[in-house]
């Protein structure tokens, strides 16, 4: 489709790239492990674009969650009149509730509108590259050969299930199919039992994404037949990469009284006490070790040090401070009165 033209050239180009940076540092241009990295580097740049998408879409998704409960009011209001007019109201209560919680419906569909036209381009990309006519600049002839005879486990990255008659292709795709539906299923069951309040679980939205948690699996085991594998591996680690972006987004910014935020607030409990605790401990160890000093030396006074003369005050020198009497002299001839007779 030429439509898809542009995102084709961006996704061949991001490829190409990551598999120069490969070959650079020592892997070889042929390989098919080289090839399937230069994949899970396109899966790097496209989801670090999309991260402020994907908070907006956890954000929301949260958002709607907790507004389940107004708009079950909102819809109580409104039950069993069929009218234009009462329909027109009860819309518009409904956006002004959106508007005033900050919520919309459609967000949380974003980042996967998004990815999609990606996932064709590359698909088309990956499906291309095993025929001669295919030409998506920078793509060379060579690149293509080298891309279109790269093997994993010894399957082709442009091989599909419904493609080949290979039983290791037929293996590896069953095996990438089983992975990527069990990631999905994960990633959606951790949103559920994790970032959910209880109050939001009973609500016409919780039972849709209960419905999803068994629907999507199937969607990408029936559709994932006709998938090549670098496509297959593109999805597998796209759903790896939101499996972990989810799990860091749901602990850092749980939604208020879900099982998150619970272990949260424990988490948060548990790092103060600890804080305290050190904190307290480090301000009582000089006090112990001043009551143990006299115990270390069995209980006796040690004895001040005798300084160096040279260094001692005026207050410190040996008879400081105490009246001298004058040392009597030797009497001499002349003194006394008396002087000595001759012999």
């Given at each position: ?16 790239s990551f598999?120069?940076?490969l070959?650079k ?26 991260i ?6 956890i ?79 920078p ?23 419904m493609g ?20 999905v ?20 939205l ?14 990408f ?15 597998l ?12 987004v749901i602990?850092?910014?749980?939604a ?16 103060e ?31 001040p040090?005798?300084?160096?003369r ?12 105490r ?21």
């Amino acid at each position: 489709m030429q439509i898809l033209k542009p995102l084709e050239v961006a996704v061949a180009w991001i490829m190409v790239s990551f598999h120069a940076g490969l070959t650079k540092i020592g892997m070889p241009a042929g390989s098919g492990w080289t090839w399937t990295f230069a994949i899970v580097g396109l899966v790097i740049v496209i989801r670090i674009v999309l991260i402020p998408l994907f908070v907006r879409q956890i954000r929301s998704s949260r958002g709607m969650q907790l507004i389940q409960p107004e708009l079950k009011k909102i819809q109580q209001k409104y039950k069993g009149k069929t009218d234009q007019e009462s329909r027109q109201a009860m819309m518009r209560e409904q956006m002004a509730l959106y508007k005033t919680s900050g919520t919309n419906p459609f967000s949380s569909c974003l980042p996967i509108l998004l990815q999609a036209p990606v996932f064709f381009a590359l698909f088309q990309v990956l499906r291309g590259i095993g025929h001669k006519s295919f030409s998506v600049w920078p793509f060379t002839e060579s690149l293509r050969l080298q891309a279109s005879n790269a093997k994993i486990f010894g399957s082709p990255l442009s091989e599909s299930f419904m493609g080949t008659h290979a039983t290791a292709t037929k293996i590896l795709t069953v095996v990438l199919i089983v992975l990527m539906s069990a990631t999905v299923f994960t990633t959606q069951r951790q949103l559920m039992t994790k970032n959910m309040p209880a109050s939001a679980m009973d609500n016409p939205l919780a039972q849709q994404q209960k419905i999803l948690l068994y629907v999507m699996p199937l969607i990408f085991a029936f559709s994932g037949v006709n998938f090549p594998i670098g496509v297959l591996i593109y999805w597998l680690t796209t759903n790896l990469w939101t499996m972990g972006q989810q799990f860091y987004v749901i602990r850092r910014m749980p939604a208020p009284g879900s099982k998150a935020e619970e272990r949260l607030l424990e988490r948060r409990k548990a790092k103060e006490a600890l804080e305290h605790r050190a904190w307290t401990e480090g301000g009582g160890a000089g006090d112990d070790e001043a009551d143990e000093a006299p115990q270390a030396t069995g209980g006796q006074r040690q004895q001040p040090k005798r300084q160096p003369r040279s260094k001692r005050g005026p207050q410190q020198r040996p008879g400081a401070g105490r009246q001298q009497h004058p040392r009597p002299r030797p009497q001499t001839a002349g003194e006394g009165g008396k002087r000595p007779e001759a012999g």
